[in-house]
């Protein structure tokens, strides 16, 4: 009896740890797509823009996104 009841406890334990894991995953995948942007994928993109070739390819990305609203039609500027 002793050997079950410690094996049942052992699993209770087990199944409340898997799942307060995946409750704290869920809240941090749902907080990071709330905010926007990681900090860590914040300082990627900081290195990514103080690089020449970084700087020559996030600054139009991002300069683009203020002028694309949704619903209406904008003229984005040609790019050559």
Do not use: R, W, Y
């Not at 797509?33 to 996030?58: C, R």
């Amino acid at each position: 009896m002793g050997k079950f009841l410690s094996l049942l406890i052992f699993k209770i334990i087990l199944v409340l740890f898997i799942v307060f894991t995946a409750v704290k995953l869920i809240v941090n995948i749902l907080v990071e797509s709330i905010s926007g942007v990681s900090a860590n994928q914040e300082e990627n993109l900081e290195k990514l823009k103080q690089s020449p070739i970084g700087k020559s390819i996030t600054v139009p990305v991002l300069n683009s996104k203020q002028m694309l609203t949704f619903g209406e039609k904008k003229d984005l500027p040609e790019q050559s």
